[in-house]
């Protein structure tokens, strides 16, 4: 069983940055085996990938719209998952949401586990 809390949600101007926090409380397994995401939803829009890191940081990936701006990265110890967010633009206004899933290779499509999420907003 896992469970998710975000954090580090806010509103930023056009060009500025976040860093969202992403704290798991585990049972049964430990955090580090567990490869880690995140999602975000727009208003009106469907939720959507946006970073994925495997178990120890050694694969990441990244949807096109958060190449180069975007940095996902996990400190195993603190069972903690981060999203560094730059150049931030309105289009990035969204809540954002951590995931996890059972399986690793279903981490960026089914997660089984996704935390109540934190809203960004960029102001123009």
């Known amino acids: 069983q896992v469970t998710l809390s975000e954090s580090g949600g806010g509103l930023v101007q056009a060009g500025g940055s976040l860093r969202l926090s992403c704290a798991a409380t585990v049972s049964g397994r430990t955090f580090s085996s567990y490869a880690m995401g995140w999602f975000r939803q727009a208003p009106g829009k469907e939720r959507e990938f946006v970073a994925y890191?495997?178990?120890?940081?050694?694969?990441?990936s990244y949807a096109d719209s958060a190449k180069g701006r975007f940095t996902i990265s996990r400190e195993n110890a603190k069972n903690t998952v981060y999203l560094q967010m730059n150049s931030l633009q309105p289009e990035d206004t969204a809540v954002y949401y951590c995931?996890?899933?059972?399986?690793?290779?279903?981490?960026?499509?089914?997660?089984?586990?996704w935390g109540p999420g934190t809203q960004v907003t960029v102001s123009s």
């Open positions: 890191i495997n178990w120890n940081g050694g694969r990441r």
């Open positions: 995931a996890t899933a059972r399986q690793s290779e279903r981490v960026e499509s089914t997660p089984d586990y």
